[in-house]
């Protein structure tokens, strides 16, 4: 006899939470925001409207079907099984955070605070949480394909991203390393620069952008479900050791980037969680390029 599906709903904890986790009292984190010219009314009240979504959203669970919650910091400790249904409840971010531990399950987005949210991953409201849930599994419902992007090491270490994957020294400072291609296609050069950036479409609209506009163009960004990356070398440093001349490209699927550190210690982390990064030492070598997996985020 086969389980219910379960329903993960996935939360983080809110400003206020950490406000008062931090100062003890309501009160004392009161006084803290106002002596540096802010309002608790305005934290609280967006606790409020993300608790009252996020219980919106189980009490719409059907009554047949299991559910556990994660919150953000546990991700990583948290075990996701194939027939999950994954239910985020906060900001874009969250769904971020939570892509690169799923391996194909459903996707739901829900917005806690519409309108100071872009919506381009929680895309829908906790009214409208019920029907997405109940539809989820079944055949034909409509869900976007988002392309991913990772990074394996030569030692096996690997890391999956939504967004981006960066590749650098700790506190973005010089890092050393040789950078070529799979066929390394003639080309293979040592550059002193602040990172390698790799990101995907999603990506497109956040720290990849912020570097295309940078530069004042580039290639095209890729749509989110679009099989193909983009890379941009930040700050490459020229000198008669080091070159500029490999700066920005694009990798359809099936071709990587090779960077080989050399360095005492490079990273290599994604969607902006510095925390959870592959460690990378003198003479290692990491391929990025199109993940295998992928985002399955309904419409």
């Not at 409020?48 to 009554?63: F, M």
């Not at 890391?159 to 020294?169: D, F, M, S």
């Not at 360095?263 to 290599?268: E, F, G, N, Q, V």
């Not at 003198?282 to 992928?294: F, I, K, L, M």
């Amino acid at each position: 006899m086969s389980l219910a599906p379960r329903v993960v709903l996935v939360h983080r904890t809110t400003e206020y939470e950490e406000l008062v986790a931090r100062h003890g009292t309501h009160g004392q984190a009161a006084f803290f925001l106002t002596s540096r010219g802010r309002s608790i009314e305005e934290v609280a009240e967006r606790h409020t409207r993300a608790r009252r979504a996020l219980t919106d959203v189980a009490s719409a669970i059907p009554l047949t079907w299991r559910q556990a919650r994660v919150e953000r910091g546990d991700l990583d400790r948290f075990l996701f099984a194939p027939e999950d249904v994954v239910v985020v409840v906060g900001q874009d971010g969250l769904v971020a955070n939570v892509a690169k531990y799923l391996t194909g399950q459903p996707v739901v987005g829900i917005d806690t605070d519409p309108g100071r949210n872009p919506g381009v991953l929680v895309r829908h409201r906790a009214a409208d949480a019920g029907p997405l849930i109940s539809s989820a599994t079944a055949p034909g419902t409509r869900a976007d394909e988002l392309t991913m992007v990772e990074a394996v090491a030569d030692d096996t270490q690997r890391l999956v991203a939504l967004n981006e994957i960066y590749l650098g020294a700790a506190g973005h400072q010089t890092a050393r390393y040789r950078l070529g291609f799979d066929d390394d296609r003639g080309v293979v050069e040592s550059q002193a620069s602040s990172g390698v950036l790799v990101g995907t479409g999603t990506g497109a609209s956040g720290w990849i952008r912020s570097v295309r506009q940078e530069r004042g163009g580039g290639p095209p960004p890729p749509g989110p479900t679009e099989e193909r990356l983009l890379w941009f070398v930040r700050e490459a440093w020229p000198s008669p050791a080091t070159g500029t001349s490999l700066v920005a490209g694009e990798l359809p699927r099936g071709a990587g980037l090779r960077l080989t550190v050399e360095s005492d210690r490079l990273i290599a982390f994604g969607d902006g969680v510095e925390s959870d990064a592959l460690e990378l030492t003198w003479g290692q070598s990491v391929r990025v390029g199109v993940a295998e997996v992928r985002l399955r985020l309904l419409g």
